[in-house]
Structure formats: C-alpha cells, structure tokens
T-cell receptor, first 115, second 114 residues
C-alpha cells in the first residue's frame, strides 16, 4: 500500500542535542511538507519542498533544518537552537505543489519530548 | 489569529444526530479542504470544495462554501461513534512565489456518544 511512513513514533531529546525525524513516502509525490502541532492547536508549517534538492522555509523554520536528496525522503532535524521542541510533528506530501486542487497525505506523526 | 478558525472548538452529540462545524478564513482562496484526525494519528483528507462551488456532498458529509462571508461548514449526518475525532479546515491560496499554500485551522473536537 502506498503511504507516508514517519519514524520514530516517539523521540526524546536531551538538552543541546540535535535529533532527526524520518519521513518516507512511496506515493511518487513531488511535494513534501513538515508541520508542527501543539496540543489543541492547528498545524503550523515548518518547511516544504516542491522538488528534489529544493526546499523553502515555512512559518516557523527557526531551529529546524531539512534536506531533500531523494524524492521519497524528507528528513527534519530539530536542532539545539529550537528551545521549545516538544510537539507532535507531522509529515505530508501532495502530488504537485503548483496546482491547487491537491489533497495532502499525512504520516502518523512523531511525538518529540525533552528529557 | 489564524487564517482558518473552526467553531465550535468542541462538540459532543449523541449517535444518530447531525454534527455541524464551521470554518472562517480571512484571505481569498482557491479551494478549501476538510480533514479528520483521530487521536495520536495523522490527518486524513475528507473533501475538497473549489472557490467557485457552493456545496459538495460525499457520503454522509456535506460541505458548503460562502466566499462572500469567507466561511465554510461541514455537516456530518447520522453520526456514529467512529466519527469521534478532530476536524480541521485548510484553505489553499496562491502565493507570490508561485506556489499554493495550505493553512490549517485550529480544529473542532467532535465526540459522538454511543
């Protein structure tokens, strides 16, 4: 079955540590996205990528970094510069970012907490 | 405040009743989408309505869009306990960089009591 796989499901970060969240899709989608969800809140866009080797900052990119070396993969690194990283992180993809009538497909998220 | 704001924030109904959720937004849009999120899971796309459409149906879902009032509503008819989830609207708008931006609202938590 095609879909988006996020790993790990739960992740703990120590002070001063960088951690990387994995996102892999086998939907052959061009566009991929990272969102942050805080309790009782909507989703806020961290980074997005329309094509391999290209990505753009979203609304809350500070303290995060991404790469897009392969179409299937869009890992997110939460750096030590992100002082409040505790949240639920969701990865999504859509067929093509340059047309509007595309639903986004989501993974099941990674819950990140500080030790 | 956010582009998409749902109301009510929380809704509790009996099985078999209808559930109505509303979404208001601020800027012009290309389309509006509704998503569902079960606890601890990712979002699942439910339905998309284009800016030139006024109403759309899919199974027990009915979505309306009023661009003059910048609002949309999602109606779930004959609700079931399995409909218990959070529901989010997402507006899709064209940006100056030539892409389309999705902005998600804060969600309505629906609880359907058996």
């Amino acid at each position: 079955d095609g879909g988006i796989t996020q790993s790990p499901k739960y992740l703990f970060r120590k002070e001063g540590q960088n951690v990387t969240l994995s996102c892999e899709q086998n939907l052959n989608h061009d566009a991929m996205y990272w969102y942050r969800q805080d309790p009782g809140q909507g989703l806020r866009l961290i980074y997005y990528s329309q094509i391999v080797n290209d990505f753009q900052k979203g609304d809350i990119a500070e303290g995060y970094s991404v790469s897009r070396e392969k179409k299937e993969s869009f890992p997110l690194t939460v750096t030590s510069a992100q002082k409040n990283p505790t949240a639920f992180y969701l990865c999504a993809s859509s067929m093509w970012a340059l047309t509007s009538n595309q639903p986004q497909h989501f993974g099941d998220g990674t819950r990140l907490s500080i030790l | 405040s956010q582009q998409g704001e749902e109301d009510p924030q929380a809704l509790s109904i009996q099985e078999g009743e209808n559930a109505t959720m509303n979404c208001s937004y601020k800027t012009s849009i290309n389309n509006l989408q509704w998503y569902r999120q079960n606890s601890g899971r990712g979002l699942v796309h439910l339905i998309l309505i284009r800016s030139n459409e006024r109403e759309k149906h899919s199974g027990r879902l009915r979505v309306t869009l009023d661009t003059s009032k910048k609002s949309s509503s999602l109606l779930i008819t004959a609700s079931r306990a399995a409909d218990t989830a959070s529901y989010f609207c997402a507006t899709v708008s064209y940006t100056t960089s030539g892409t389309y931006k999705y902005i998600f609202g804060t969600g309505t938590r629906l609880k359907v009591l058996a």
